[in-house]
């Protein structure tokens, strides 16, 4: 399997048949190799959602667009406004990229497309919301109740059934990120909100498609064999 531009492989669940040595052997460096892969995924959410500015240029055009200067007044609420929603957009790319690391399917050399074994995907889940917290420098309590609100999310994404396609200019997403960061963001004009969140939510997405996938076509994926 491969991420983000370096190679690691899955033996499928099959055991080395050489020794019970060689077995262990490599279930030890596959469990290394998802972790390290995970810890990198954490890692790239994290610098990317800094370096895009994504949540400050969401904030600042809906300002400017819709004449909402009073949002930015007061300097310590609006810390707090673009704290909040930072999370809610780390939230949104942490699923976005972890849906599709373990469930798309991903080429396997000339293998047919298919998603990571379960048994991985669990793995790779497991370790990149423990990589995570050390990244964000957050507290025991930040990253459970992270991952609470990332099931939450998650859950809302499956019962909605949100479709990948292209929207039009005026609608808004089904998608918790937009309906929270409406709210947080501007509660008294909720559907121009909506809106506005709707195209974060839309950059975000292509921001973990970046992510995931590598400059290089042909090393832009998790290969099983």
């Known amino acids: 399997m491969k991420f983000a531009g370096f190679f690691f492989w899955t033996t499928g669940g099959r055991v080395a048949r050489n020794s019970c040595y060689h077995g262990a052997a490599s279930m030890a460096q596959e469990k290394k190799n998802l972790a390290d892969a995970s810890a990198t ?9 800094l370096r895009e500015r994504i949540v400050p240029r969401f904030v600042d055009s809906y300002v400017i667009e819709n004449g909402r200067h009073a949002l930015q007044v007061h300097a310590s609420n609006y810390r707090d406004l673009l704290t909040l929603l930072q999370r ?14 373990c469930s798309e399917p991903q080429p396997a050399g000339r293998s047919k497309p298919r998603p990571m074994l379960r048994r991985d995907a669990a793995i790779f889940r497991r370790k ?9 420098g957050w507290t025991a309590g930040d990253a459970l109740e992270f991952q609470s609100d990332l099931q939450m999310y998650e859950q809302l994404i499956e019962r909605a059934n949100f479709p990948r396609r292209s929207r039009k200019p005026f609608e808004a997403a089904n998608h918790p990120f937009v309906d929270r960061c409406a709210f947080l963001l501007d509660s008294s004009f909720m559907e121009k909100a909506r809106l506005a969140a709707s195209k974060t939510l839309a950059s975000l997405e292509e921001l973990a498609v970046q992510i995931v996938h590598s400059a290089d076509p042909k090393e832009n994926s998790f290969r099983t064999r």
Do not use: C, N
């Open 88 to 101: 809610e957009a780390l939230l949104a790319l942490a699923a976005r990229a972890l849906e599709l690391v």
């Open 128 to 136: 990149f919301l423990a990589a995570l917290p050390r990244q964000q």
């Open 41 to 49: 995924l954490a890692r790239g959410i994290t610098e990317a959602l």
